[in-house]
């Protein structure tokens, strides 16, 4: 097998976790599952099966670098990319790839992981994983890890799978099937979610990529050649001229190499403050991380940052409510993608900026 060079996705915003979620400590920093391990410490310590720190890279914002550092201490400097601008992870895939092609040959195996992602049976997860490059190298594609889905989301884009490409071992016990990509299909609405794990034809997206890195750099050529040019001539000093990107739409959406591999790991793609409650919950009536008094208060989120703060609640339900030293969350849980919108209306005012 080529090398196997895992990539960490660690400029994101985090938003939908205001406000302990902040530009400076976004919600790849913070540890949501009352353990002392951060989501981006995490998802190193579970990739370490399969690469060494020397191969483990992270590509991030310039102003969480050195929260990178701080986090990942046993991370070269070398392999912590800095991305002046955020543009979106079309630009991020492609100027690593770019990296791991002229440090290793292009026929390293690139693996993109999301920084902010739950998993809970690590051994299958890895198996997965050498699965999925198994299938990247012998079919010259582009593996994506699809997530069988439990319940019909509205919060996640699906992976409708085509043509069975088999079965890929890579030396584990359990095979697993693999398919050619039909389509990538948005978020959808309920009943269209329902249609589609009815149908038994979809996943859901993790965002995982597994690649030869010549094959993606060759599809980058072809689906966006002005991007992919820019980062080939000026590296990193291209961003400042690229628009916002995803690589879903540059590149997934329009290959034909992509192909899908269901898999069960115990994964949750922790997108708001609801994704806690599914962690931690257990058999509690509500989900309490920091000190709580609550008069006729059920299935409701508490979080204090100071551990010697106490939230009093009185006939609240289904309702999140957040304390972050100046700032305080109190929404309904059936909103909380809304607090994107929120945190950008404060955004909006000059003597609110502090808060972001």
């Not at 060079?5 to 938003?15: F, M, N, Q, T």
């Not at 006729?296 to 309702?319: H, M, R, W």
């Amino acid at each position: 097998m080529a090398r196997f060079i895992p990539i960490i996705l660690a400029g994101g915003k985090g938003e939908r976790f205001w406000p302990v979620s902040r530009l400076k400590r976004p919600k790849q920093f913070l540890c949501l599952d009352g353990g002392d391990r951060s989501l981006l410490q995490s998802t190193a310590d579970r990739l370490l099966p399969l690469a060494d720190w020397e191969d483990l890279f992270v590509i991030t914002a310039s102003h969480l670098a050195e929260g990178v550092k701080d986090q990942l201490p046993d991370i070269p400097e070398a392999n912590i990319l800095v991305e002046p601008q955020g543009r979106d992870t079309a630009p991020a895939v492609a100027w690593a790839t770019l990296e791991v092609a002229n440090r290793y040959g292009d026929d390293a195996v690139c693996a993109f992981f999301p920084a902010d992602h739950y998993i809970t049976d690590i051994e299958r997860y890895c198996d997965t994983l050498r699965a999925a490059a198994d299938l990247a190298v012998s079919a010259g594609a582009i593996a994506t890890l699809g997530i069988k889905p439990t319940f019909p989301s509205t919060g996640y884009g699906y992976i409708e799978q085509g043509a069975d490409a088999g079965m890929f071992s890579a030396g584990v016990v359990t095979d697993l099937p693999a398919y050619k990509v039909n389509r990538f299909a948005e978020k959808p609405n309920k009943e269209t979610a329902e249609a589609f794990v009815d149908s038994g034809q979809y996943s859901w997206n993790s965002g995982i990529f597994i690649f030869p890195a010549a094959i993606m750099l060759s599809e980058l050529k072809q689906h966006a050649p002005e991007m992919t040019q820019a980062l080939i001539e000026k590296g990193v000093d291209a961003y400042a001229t690229l628009e916002k990107l995803s690589i879903d739409y540059a590149v997934m959406e329009k290959t034909e190499r992509a192909y899908v591999v269901p898999a069960s790991f115990g994964w949750d793609d922790l997108g708001d403050w609801n994704a806690v409650e599914r962690l931690i919950k257990g058999d509690a009536e509500n989900v309490e991380l920091c000190q709580h008094v609550g008069l006729d208060t059920k299935a409701s989120i508490l979080y204090s940052a100071d551990p010697d703060e106490v939230i009093v609640t009185i006939g609240l339900e289904d309702v999140v409510v957040v304390r972050d030293g100046n700032a305080t969350l109190i929404v309904k849980k059936e909103r909380t993608q809304e607090i994107k919108q929120a945190v950008k209306a404060l955004g909006a005012e000059d003597k609110f900026q502090h808060l972001l």
